[in-house]
């Protein structure tokens, strides 16, 4: 492949889309970005939904950007790959839209499409499916989300007409997005297997556990409706690539290959955990290995946090998702832990406060972001009250984080927040205070997921991050304290994902060339991860003996809410009969 040659990654989160356009060595040369829209529920805050057609248009903007910005050729882009969230995107057989949205217009052709994972409508749905007893629970730590698409997709059957349901198809959007492009609807494992309730080691789709939870249409249909063609690991090109409606939208030539995606943690994923990494300003020597992979977990962390680890066998951990066999690397298995609620838990925290406009209205006169002067006014109370620490600062101020429910290592969509030592203070020091043990609060569920995976038997031994949440250098270091292990920052915390994506275009342009065996897809995927990952900054355990036994403390306390709160709900639930 010409080094001249670029990339298109294509990155959908949660608020946006954004594209990037990466040369073979990785160098990322444009991105662009645009919003997407989300629509709530004004009486059910349980409801987030979107659209693939604004998406896509979206999408369409964002490339065409690119090149112009580049002044690159569309002959010189070789491949196309694609991430996005793990949300229910649903179409008719011919692709068209259909409304998810409830009430008259549920199951017709329209704009809002998108169920998007944030969406918790399907609570009692999921409850249903975690009594079964299928051996797809097993596959997901033992209890299914509600935010997977098996629970949505049958509330969409319990809420649409029949017929109406039984015309549609059901994508998680990644593949609906490499469906759209190509014209071909050949499904990612890296989709069916952690999100749709496919189980690779065991034939795939489960009839027996469709036909118990009421989807028995989906068996009867051979599966048409999820994909019944042979799912694809990550990167392998899909159908001829790009169609010429698709080609025609997006500014790039017909033919384009374009790569199985994957779900946008996985991306992550993708684009940090091959990097080499410096340590005080020196690069390592260290060139990793495809087995160095397993020591080294990806936090993905944007709005929510997602905690991916590869292992050459699976490994079974209650609370967290997987293990997954196949999703990237053929052979491998993956684990992925999650926080519903993280970046948006900060923001929250912050903007909730009622010294919030006094914040502001500082932030713009010293001409800073809040955080800077958040950490500012912590450094400034940790000096007056003469305290090693921040977290001696906030000892005795314990915040337990779980206000959208808990993805991992619990499972349990009805876990809430909790906050002990309260005083009567709503100053800008009582905010800043409150900022710090949601950072803590973060850190120390994170540092419960490795240890939970670790003890089932992975080895984990340093953090990859990616995500805006990589810019918060309090965080990180929060992070490398209570988690007693180096993390590493990726040389640019918005790139990794977009870059992981490109990669799955590389890929697809090169297996479509050499004809890859199975046996060989694996080592070329992490060659071209190692090639075009740039290097990433470590941060090492700094914390002081003191500190380390305050965050010791703090991690104690923090578990202890965790039995407190099941206790007292049951305790709750009794006294209701």
Known sequence: MSPSAYY??????????????????????????????????????????QSTNNIWDGMCKCIKACLQEAKVDPSEVKGIGFDATCSLAVSDMNGEPVVVTKGAQLGQNGDRNVILWADHRAEKEAELINSTGSVVLDYVGGTMSLEMEIPKTLWLKRNMKRELFKRCQFFDLPDFLTYRATGFNRRSCCSVACKCSYVPTKGGWQPEFFRKIGLEEFVENGFEQLGKE??????????????KRA???????EGTPVGSGVIDAYAGWLGTVAARYRVKGKLSDEVPTLDESRHRLAAVAGTSTC???QSPEGVFVNGVWGPYKDVVFPGWWMNEGGQSSTGQLIDFMITTHPAYPRLKELAEKQQKNIH????????????????????????????????????SPLADPRMRGAIVGLALDSTLGDLARKANVTLEAIALQTRHIVDQMNAKGHSIRSVYMSGGQAKNAMLMQLFANTCNMPVVLPQSSGAAVVLGAAMLGR????????????????????????????????????????EKKLLEAKYKIFLEQIDIQRRWRKEMEEAAR
């Open 230 to 243: 042979e799912v694809l690991t990550a990167g392998m090109p899909v159908g001829n690539g790009l169609s």
């Open 372 to 407: 800077e002067v958040i950490q500012a006014e912590l450094e400034r109370l940790r000096a007056e009250e003469q305290v090693e620490s921040l977290t001696e600062l906030t000892k005795d101020l314990h915040f337990y984080p779980d206000l959208h429910g808990n993805r």
């Open 247 to 253: 080609a025609e939208e997006t500014g790039l030539l």
């Open 507 to 546: 890929f697809a342009a090169e297996a479509q060339k050499k004809q890859l065996s199975r046996d060989q897809r694996g080592q070329a995927l992490w060659e071209i991860m190692v090639e075009m990952t740039p290097p990433g900054d470590m941060v090492e355990p700094a914390a002081s003996a003191r």
């Open 8 to 49: 298109i990654g294509i990155d959908v989160g949660t608020g946006s889309v954004r594209a990037g356009l990466v040369k073979h060595d990785g160098t990322l040369v444009a991105t662009r970005t645009e919003d997407t829209i989300t629509w709530r529920d004004p009486e059910d805050h349980r409801i987030f939904e």
């Open 307 to 309: 905690h991916i680890v």
